[in-house]
């Protein structure tokens, strides 16, 4: 066992214990590297939203190279995105408007007329009967005592 008090509720064991002590190790590195590169994504989707101004070429680059340093596995997803907004932008003339992600509607149900609804009761009816009840398993019956 750890050396550790026991309101402790954490790892116990020397081997769990020194793999929290390279976790904390690992996150103080990595931790300023993936604010930076959320900053530089941040200043890169202004500068292609016409907020700021800037050379959306460099800031786009910048964000990709602290996306490659900071992140393993999303980075190519996060850089591709930023890379399709930049060549948007570049194709609307330089300045892309920022676009807000609306979630679509479902449309709205029409109601049908009162004669095709009262044909369709019989119908919901009919499909919505209740099964027949399970069987239930039969019972094991007892070992006569000898």
């Known amino acids: ?26 996150n103080a590195v990595q931790q300023p590297k993936r604010t930076a590169a959320k900053s530089l994504v941040a200043k890169a989707l202004e500068i ?18 602290a996306l490659d340093r900071a992140a393993k596995n999303a980075a190519a997803r996060r ?3 930023l890379a399709k907004k930049a060549a948007r932008a570049a194709a609307a003339g330089g300045v892309m408007p920022k676009v807000v992600n609306k979630k679509k509607s ?33 019972a094991k019956k007892a070992a006569p005592k000898a």
């Open 48 to 65: 292609i939203t016409g907020q700021t101004q800037g050379d959306t070429a460099a800031a786009v680059n910048k964000a990709s190279s």
């Open 79 to 81: 850089k591709s995105r």
């Open 1 to 26: 066992m750890g050396k550790t008090p026991r309101t402790y509720k954490g790892a116990r064991t020397p081997q769990s214990l020194k793999e929290v002590r390279a976790s904390a190790r690992r």
């Open 106 to 138: 479902a449309p709205k149900k029409v109601a049908a007329p009162k004669a095709d609804a009262a044909a369709a009761k019989p119908a919901a009816k009919k499909a919505a009967a209740k099964k027949p009840a399970a069987k239930k398993p039969a």
